[in-house]
């Protein structure tokens, strides 16, 4: 696993994700209380893109699909239907440079 470099801190915009793709791999990140999280753009249950289709609501993660919710600290499923939790990706921050693990 490597750091890559996927954005800054002033990319993120109105919405409270920040999409990227690595590597062929769709990543959304998001900032709760001031800490970066990473998850894979897609929800375990149907694949519904979160960049697309999801809220942050504190740390989860609402997939307006089919309703499913996630901690995006820990990938777990907090409510169905979804049973497998998400990816997570680790996330840092380097003076302004946001970073991913992968």
Known sequence: MA????GSLDDLGGGPWLPVDVDGLAIVLAAVD????????RCSHAGCAFSEDA????VL???????????IRTGEVR?????????????RVDG???EVDL
Not at 3 to 6: D, E, Q
Not at 55 to 58: F, K, M, R, S
Not at 79 to 91: L, N, Q
């Open 55 to 58: 809220d942050l609501i504190g």
């Open 3 to 6: 750091w890559k470099r996927v």
């Open 61 to 71: 993660v609402s997939c307006n699909c089919h309703g499913s919710e996630f901690d």
């Open 34 to 41: 001031g800490t970066w999280y990473g998850v894979e753009d």
């Open 96 to 98: 302004d440079r946001l």
């Open 79 to 91: 409510r169905g239907p979804a049973e497998r939790p998400i990816r997570t990706i680790p996330v």
